[in-house]
């Protein structure tokens, strides 16, 4: 994370009322650098080969204040656990139905959904498109 960046954070944090504490950055950091959408639990194994101390509870709680400040989103699908990833920008995701990869689908690549049919007084402010099918790597070796 760069200087530049850290900085914008930690007023963002600010802002949002957060305490600028070392597990939010590295968590923070830790998810604005990977493009998996991890478990809890995967980020909490990789921290704490940096942070030996980063406990369960710690990585549970960091990443709920993060979720409620907006800083980074839960995803869940199918197996009905959270994965996570930093907001960076808004996208859509496309699952493999075989090996489960999650790949980010960017926003521009989706027609924006109309919105007639909605009830009366409805605003949508924010929506979320899933695709699943099959990956590359999944389907190359379902026609081997």
Same mark, same amino acid.
């Given at each position: 994370? @760069? @200087?530049? !960046?850290? =900085? $914008?954070?930690?007023?963002?944090?600010?802002?949002?009322?957060?305490?600028?504490?070392? $597990?939010?950055?590295? %968590?923070?950091?830790?998810?604005?650098?990977? =493009?998996?959408?991890?478990?809890?639990? $995967?980020?909490?194994?990789?921290?704490?080969?940096?942070?030996?101390?980063?406990?369960?509870? @710690? &990585? /549970?709680?960091?990443?709920?204040?993060?979720?409620?400040?907006?800083? &980074?989103?839960?995803?869940?699908?199918?197996?009905? &656990?959270?994965? /996570?990833?930093? &907001?960076?920008?808004?996208?859509?995701?496309?699952?493999?139905?075989?090996?489960?990869?999650?790949?980010?689908?960017?926003?521009?690549?989706?027609?924006?959904?109309? $919105?007639?049919?909605?009830?009366?007084?409805?605003?949508?402010?924010? /929506?979320?498109? %899933?695709?699943?099918?099959?990956?590359? =790597?999944?389907?190359?070796? !379902? @026609?081997?």
């Amino acid at each position: 994370m @760069t @200087t530049h !960046t850290r =900085s $914008q954070i930690e007023s963002q944090m600010r802002a949002a009322g957060l305490k600028l504490t070392p $597990q939010r950055f590295a %968590v923070l950091d830790y998810l604005s650098r990977s =493009s998996a959408h991890p478990t809890a639990e $995967q980020i909490r194994i990789d921290l704490n080969r940096r942070f030996p101390r980063a406990s369960r509870a @710690t &990585v /549970y709680n960091t990443l709920n204040a993060l979720c409620r400040a907006g800083f &980074v989103n839960a995803i869940y699908l199918d197996d009905a &656990v959270g994965r /996570y990833e930093a &907001v960076i920008n808004s996208h859509h995701h496309f699952v493999c139905r075989a090996c489960g990869h999650i790949e980010d689908v960017p926003v521009e690549h989706v027609r924006a959904l109309p $919105q007639k049919g909605l009830r009366a007084n409805r605003k949508v402010e924010n /929506y979320e498109i %899933v695709m699943r099918g099959i990956c590359d =790597s999944c389907d190359e070796r !379902t @026609t081997d």
